[in-house]
């Protein structure tokens, strides 16, 4: 059984940090993982992918530079570690795993085929 728990998001000022947690139980059956994120009435945007050996693999360019993917094998989990934080980051933030093929990991549009149920991140 395939479980994904977001945890860590929260409303923060703009300039702040936070730092997202996803424990997933199928970790070391996943080629990678990864955040998405959704605002209301906008589409869903792929954020970061991470090998789950640790190498990053994307980042969105409205994250680069501030958004840093990060995992812990041992603890089965993923981190979204979220600087200088804007007004427009604010969404709902869902961690994601990819266990079909590793092919997929180097596809943003393709990347994820589990999900969690989502962290709400509000900048003001």
């Known amino acids: 059984h395939v479980q994904l728990v977001e945890s860590g998001g929260g409303s923060v000022q703009a300039g702040g940090s936070l730092r997202l947690s996803c424990i997933v139980s199928?970790?070391?059956?996943?080629?990678?993982l990864g955040w998405f994120r959704q605002a209301p009435g906008k589409e869903r945007e792929l954020v970061a992918i991470?090998?789950?050996?640790?190498?990053?693999?994307y980042y969105a360019e409205s994250v680069k530079g501030r958004f840093r993917i990060s995992q812990d094998m041992a603890k089965k989990t993923v981190y979204l570690q979220m600087d200088s934080l804007k007004p427009e980051d604010t969404a709902t933030y869902y961690c994601?795993?990819?266990?079909?093929?590793?092919?997929?990991?180097?596809?943003?549009?393709?990347?994820?085929?589990?999900w969690g149920q989502g962290t709400q991140v509000t900048v003001s």
């Open positions: 994601a795993a990819e266990l079909r093929a590793v092919g997929f990991c180097y596809i943003p549009e393709k990347f994820g085929n589990y």
């Open positions: 199928t970790y070391t059956a996943s080629y990678c």
């Open positions: 991470i090998r789950s050996d640790g190498d990053s693999l």
